[in-house]
């Protein structure tokens, strides 16, 4: 596709993954009892934090510098969600939690790797690849670390490994279909979120041969 | 006022700031019980941390690096205080820890503005903003996180707002007082002291329209 | 000694203390339960964290982006230790974690320690000690935290003294005796890992005068 229409495209899934992950850190935080303030900094962090370390890795000046906006949009997002929570019910907010950061999650992976591909940073793969994860999954580690909350790392949820999957199907396409780069993300993002949410409605876990029980003692 | 002699007071205040930070790091920790070392290290970390954390997104070398005293002076603060911490009454400490780190927020919030709104990053609001606030809290949050102690952002207590305030103040005079720098930073950094011993001796909170409770469940 | 020797030596000590830290991650956060995925980037993390914040504050490019088989090393010894886990005997693993950490500590405070005297940073003590310990112990702080385990900070056990003792030894040997880099670096290498046994084994702790006992409330 057309350089600049995929780069174009790609900062509108930047927005919609920056005000996914606002809204998703304020909506997880909420139960427990956190100020506005408390509540707009963790929804800036978690939307922000990823593409922060992922640009420092880089060694390329933080995206946010020339385009403050994404602060604004997170902290605008963290705002309205703070006071949108007390109306909605428990059951509805724990799912609109799951799906909306898969959205997030989706957008963020598919979205640094095609920025670290086109840096060409630690290519062909790992770079591309971690630095996809991190982006994505960065945020809501660092959140749930000030929050105070188990991370994700030391949950048997399926989570990352969708997140691994979508990154690894668009690493392959931009590297032998590099003329389908643009329904190529589409394809990856849609991959992740489809996997997420299966595993969201029927409770998938990483099945028992990829996983260790936790041991008494 | 003359750029070197602002430069020279915002040394001294980064000075004093860290002898604070360490300070307080100590007297918080202590009461779980900790070595020599342990003190030692989570003393200089909450010290340097948030300015570490600054210099990184500014692309700029870490500030000690050419200011090896920022490491020795936190690195004797924390040992004195570490003997010293004996000898106070738990009362005593309680209130020392509150105050001195009322100093040391200060006076980092305000003098990390300066060195941001010099360096023209993200201007001319989020840059000074943002950094200047990640100056004055990512150190104790570092130290939190790593003392296994729930963070300042989980709390009800008036401590990030009136940095944001002071941070917007100094803003507000370097965009359209700039003569007045040296006086406005005077201000900036009373204001926020004055709004955090208010809140320690009147056990101000975040008004409730702008909190969310704890919920059961 | 010849530099490319040195250097060449020191990638070989960099490749055994990664192998040595994915494992050691791997067999520590195991009895909690986890999953295939999260236990390889915990491995990754705490194998590649270290070095990965020491290269950021260096302001060079992480070492791992032109050293890809770091990931590739460390992701392989976490999958193998997955499976070996259950294997083991839990008292049998307790003591390989104590000794396989041993081992990466050592190895990794001194070649860091030399990489950080070779770039002249923060010379000729504060850079190379300081870079040195956070190599050493950033990637098990981060895998703590990431976790939910008590950090190494918060313990009274021998830690962090042995590594800092052969740090600073190194640095004198560097500094005054630089024509035996190698053997001082085995000796350096030996020196932590010697202390590090002896804590294992007597159950030394800090001595008392050196250490804050817990206080209730």
């Known amino acids: 596709m057309n350089e600049l229409l995929m780069d174009n495209w790609s900062s509108w899934v930047h927005i919609a993954g920056t005000l996914a992950f606002a809204t998703t850190a304020v909506l997880a935080v909420a139960p427990r ?25 880089l060694q390329v000046p933080v995206f946010w510098a020339n385009a403050q906006y994404y602060i604004w949009l997170a902290a605008g997002a963290s705002v309205i969600t703070f006071y949108a929570n007390s109306l909605l019910t428990r059951k509805y907010i724990n799912m609109l939690i799951l799906h909306v950061d898969a959205i997030g999650v989706s957008l963020f992976a598919i979205q640094a790797t095609h920025k670290v591909w086109k840096l060409g940073f630690a290519m062909p793969f790992i770079g591309p690849l971690t630095l996809g994860i991190i982006t994505a999954i960065g945020g809501g580690l660092i959140r749930d670390v000030l929050a105070g909350r188990q991370t994700l790392l030391m949950s048997r949820e399926l989570y990352a490994i969708p997140i691994m999957l979508g990154c690894v199907l668009f690493i392959l396409i931009l590297n032998y279909l590099p003329a389908y780069d ?14 997420r949410a299966a595993a969201i409605h029927k409770n998938l876990t990483v099945p028992n041969w990829m996983a260790i029980s936790p041991k008494e003692n």
Request: glycine share 18%.
């Open 33 to 57: 009892g956190i100020d506005l303030f408390g509540a707009t900094t963790l929804g800036i962090i978690t939307a922000i934090g990823g593409g922060t370390i992922r640009d420092i890795i």
């Open 182 to 195: 643009f329904v190529g993300s589409l394809i990856s993002i849609a991959l992740i979120y489809a996997l």
